[in-house]
């Protein structure tokens, strides 16, 4: 006898029907629309930046100016110049593909960690579960960017060890959740008839109840992706994130600090407005998913 199938889940059309519901739409999912916009609008930047750079249309964000004497925002420079003689405007520009770069990188590594492991605590239970909280709880009760400072004093500066320190604070939230939507589903009628068969656990963990607890994961994703982008901010303000080399907007925050008491206002104002901005639109995405995604879970 075959085991019954679990109901076929279609996450493309259920993400579909959240952003562009029929008949008469709700403020949150407004806000929800507009942050989608706004995370599309940066990865479009983040994208098309390099192509822009390689035609002559944007400047090299590491190339010197010919008379590096910082200039106010103007025609010839939209963001205006640094004191070193670089064009805000690129170094703005590529500073979101160096953020969306780090952040999907950390953020899909602790789906990768945290996910496998929610799956094996909560369908194992016992000893298992219970060493997987007590590590999971350490991790939690340390602050995210206090947490990512320590890695990233022993991992290095980096693209890759950026993201290393970054993923580490987000995969107990993966666990808990994917732990706890397990422990709910493994007691679904066609996850019994699987284990009375003796169908394997992995088996089981793939088939069954991957499908069936993965749809909290993309909510999670966006707003730890949000809190990521600010994360690196610090990390890079601090002098811990990406190479100098790499245009950074936290790095380009540390060197416009400096410059602010001389009058030199735009170094901040751009780099700092753009992380904002991307921080705001993937936490606009991520809680109006949350608010239409909550109401269904509860039918």
Same mark, same amino acid.
């Given at each position: 006898?075959?085991?019954? %199938?679990?109901? $076929?889940?279609?996450?493309?059309?259920?993400?579909?029907?959240?952003?562009?519901?029929?008949?008469?739409?709700?403020?949150?999912?407004?806000?929800?629309?507009?942050?989608?916009?706004?995370?599309?609008?940066?990865?479009?930047?983040?994208? &098309?930046?390099?192509?822009?750079?390689?035609?002559?249309?944007?400047?090299?964000?590491?190339?010197?100016?010919? =008379?590096?004497?910082?200039?106010?925002?103007?025609?010839?420079?939209?963001?205006?110049?640094?004191?070193?003689?670089?064009?805000?405007?690129?170094?703005?520009?590529?500073?979101?593909?160096?953020?969306?770069?780090?952040?999907?990188?950390?953020?899909?590594?602790?789906?990768?960690?945290?996910?496998?492991?929610?799956?094996?605590?909560?369908?194992?239970?016992?000893?298992?579960?219970?060493?997987?909280?007590?590590?999971?709880?350490?991790?939690?009760?340390?602050?995210?960017?206090?947490?990512?400072?320590?890695?990233?004093?022993?991992?290095?500066?980096?693209?890759?060890? $950026?993201?290393?320190?970054?993923?580490?604070?987000?995969?107990?939230?993966?666990?808990?959740?994917?732990? =706890?939507?397990?422990?709910?589903?493994?007691?679904?009628?066609?996850?019994?008839?699987?284990?009375?068969?003796?169908?394997?656990?992995?088996?089981?963990?793939?088939?069954?109840?991957?499908?069936?607890?993965?749809?909290?994961?993309?909510?999670? &994703?966006?707003?730890?992706?949000?809190?990521?982008?600010?994360?690196?901010?610090?990390?890079?303000?601090?002098?811990?994130?990406?190479?100098?080399?790499?245009?950074?907007?936290?790095?380009?925050?540390?060197?416009?600090?400096?410059?602010?008491?001389?009058?030199?206002?735009?170094?901040?104002?751009?780099?700092?407005?753009?992380?904002?901005?991307?921080?705001?639109?993937?936490?606009?995405?991520? %809680?109006?998913?949350?608010?239409?995604?909550?109401?269904?879970?509860?039918?």
């Amino acid at each position: 006898m075959t085991p019954i %199938e679990p109901p $076929a889940l279609t996450p493309i059309a259920r993400l579909q029907s959240i952003l562009w519901p029929r008949g008469r739409v709700s403020v949150s999912r407004r806000l929800m629309q507009i942050g989608a916009l706004m995370t599309l609008a940066f990865v479009a930047i983040a994208l &098309f930046a390099p192509l822009l750079a390689q035609v002559g249309i944007l400047q090299d964000p590491n190339e010197l100016l010919s =008379n590096p004497i910082h200039e106010s925002p103007s025609g010839a420079h939209w963001f205006g110049t640094t004191r070193q003689g670089y064009d805000v405007f690129s170094r703005t520009l590529f500073g979101a593909r160096a953020a969306l770069q780090v952040v999907i990188l950390a953020t899909l590594m602790s789906v990768a960690i945290g996910v496998p492991l929610g799956l094996l605590g909560g369908y194992l239970g016992g000893w298992v579960d219970r060493i997987l909280l007590f590590v999971m709880d350490a991790i939690y009760t340390l602050p995210g960017l206090l947490l990512s400072i320590t890695l990233a004093f022993v991992v290095g500066r980096g693209l890759f060890n $950026a993201a290393i320190a970054l993923s580490i604070a987000y995969v107990p939230q993966y666990y808990r959740v994917v732990r =706890n939507q397990t422990v709910s589903v493994k007691t679904e009628l066609f996850v019994e008839a699987a284990q009375a068969m003796g169908a394997p656990t992995g088996w089981i963990l793939r088939k069954y109840l991957f499908g069936n607890v993965i749809q909290s994961v993309p909510v999670l &994703f966006a707003l730890n992706a949000a809190d990521a982008i600010l994360i690196l901010g610090g990390l890079g303000f601090l002098g811990l994130g990406l190479p100098e080399s790499v245009p950074e907007w936290g790095s380009d925050l540390r060197q416009a600090l400096e410059a602010l008491p001389t009058g030199i206002w735009w170094t901040a104002l751009f780099p700092g407005g753009a992380m904002t901005l991307m921080a705001t639109g993937l936490s606009l995405f991520g %809680e109006g998913v949350t608010e239409s995604v909550e109401p269904q879970r509860g039918r």
